[in-house]
């Protein structure tokens, strides 16, 4: 227990490092993911081409590679990240924007075909329906997935620990070298401080699900 | 656009020549896009022909070696897959069950190793269990670590698929005499498999993806092999051998997916199937992770 409190400090710092890279990658792969999603179900074709090969591309590809890619791929072509933060928080956006794209996608889809008919019959204009019938239902059935999607960032946001960010993992396995007798308690320890804005994040989704609920 | 979207009705003149002049916009685009990623590419020198060169020719002992970590990969993933394919299905028989001292611990198990980061665990089958006096191989350790995760997954998408068969086929099991088991085994495990191949699916190419991780505590996989490769050639050829492991990666998740299509295209023009299973909710199973 005493590896643990002694390096309290430590751990809060390794805390707020994978709260800040996950929100900033999150924050991007929001913004990519929307982009992507818009690209592919507009009616111009090369645009939803594009959206589809970089959707099936970084989907297949492993979020280590891509982490590789953003740390010693990119200097090669001239175009390096100076700092490990900031290119993690890339690595995330861009592996985790794909799946995003597909959950909004999913989301659009998912308004039946009569909603849309229903609102143009009634004389809506295109920006009309969409802003005051589809997107409002679509963005409710979105809301648990791009939750999970969240909680999969924060998790993932552990590789970190492999391309020098210092978050929890990168702690833990730090101090199980410094402290080799207290190696499970920093582990749990770990697990704890991952488990806190996993469940915490698991609780506000059901809170949001439950609000946004509609009826069909 | 001949099928019909939510987004917009059938276009007429006016909105045709739009989508005509917003394709060629969205063309221009893309090869300014091309472009400007292949000057860059070539500026840096990345473009030339002897940089390529070191991924085809066998004198360099790169595809032999990059082929020899893929299957390194496939090794681990399969025997991973094998295992939390099992003790998933033991999981989620356990958080179904009726009695509280087996359902209560299960429930605990599952929710504690999927609230974590997989190398999180893969860490600590690395570095804590020698401790506590388990020595394991690199190999299984990655082993344990992809296992502890994925079978706490892949029990809840189990358990999802039960739970998502209607009431009344296992109502008319129990009615015509099935035990338990019986109805478990006979009525509902057949039908959830079907409803939640996509699911296991891409969960399975979830954790194949996941093996890079391997590289972390120095495993010899394909992205470790990709790196000792850089390492011993120079950075000359970094990218290159970075984009044929990533490409390694993609060929083998899509043809697991497209075998996964098959499979379950299989499984949906079976009449029987697809009468039992009713309208098949596709979109419910966005992959996620």
Known sequence: MNAIVENLDLFRSGFLTTLGISLLGGLLAFVLGGILATFRVSPFRPLSGLSVLYVETVRNTPLTVVWFFMVFGLPLVGLGIGSFFIAGALALGVYTAPFVAEVIRSGINSVSLGQAEAARSIGLTFSQSLRLVVLPQALRTVVPPLGNLWIALVKNSSIGAAFAVTEITAVATRLSNGFPGAVIQIFVGAAVAYLLITLTSSAGIAYLEKKAVILR | MSTQTVLF?????????????????????????????????????????????????????????????????????????????????????????????????????????????????????????????????????????????????????????????????????????????????????????????????????????????????????????????????????????????????????????????????????????????????????????
């Open chain 2, 9 to 289: 009705d059938e276009l007429g003149p006016r909105g045709k020549k739009l989508v005509r002049i917003g394709t060629y916009i969205g063309a221009l685009l893309v090869a300014i896009l091309i472009a400007l990623a292949g000057l860059q590419l070539y500026n840096e020198g990345q473009l030339e022909p002897e940089r390529w060169e070191i991924l085809i020719n066998p004198d360099s002992g790169v595809p032999q070696g990059l082929t020899r970590a893929l299957f390194a990969t496939l090794r681990v993933a399969l025997i991973a897959m094998v295992i939390s394919m099992i003790l998933g299905t033991l999981l989620s028989a356990g958080r179904l069950s009726e009695h509280r001292w087996v359902r209560i611990p299960t429930t605990f198990i599952v929710q504690f190793f999927r609230g974590i980061p997989l190398l999180l665990l893969i860490f600590f089958s690395y570095l804590a269990l020698p401790r506590l006096g388990i020595s394991l191989d690199l190999f299984w350790t990655l082993i344990v670590g992809l296992t502890a995760y994925n079978m706490a997954v892949l029990g809840e998408i189990f358990r999802a698929g039960i739970l998502s068969i209607d009431k009344g086929q296992s109502e008319a099991a129990y009615a015509i005499g099935m035990r338990k088991s019986q109805v478990m085994v006979f009525v509902l495990v057949p039908q959830a498999v079907r409803r939640m191949l996509p699911a296991i699916v891409s969960q399975l190419v979830t954790l194949l993806k996941d093996t890079s991780l391997g590289f972390v505590i120095g495993y010899f996989e394909l992205l470790r092999q990709g790196r000792a490769y850089v390492d011993y050639f120079g950075a000359k050829f970094g990218l290159q051998i970075y984009v044929a492991v990533a490409l390694f990666y993609i060929l083998t998740n899509l043809a697991l997916s497209s075998f996964a299509r098959w499979l379950e295209k299989r499984s949906r023009s079976n009449p029987k199937a697809t009468k039992a299973l009713g309208q098949l909710v596709e979109d419910d199973l966005v992959p996620i992770d």
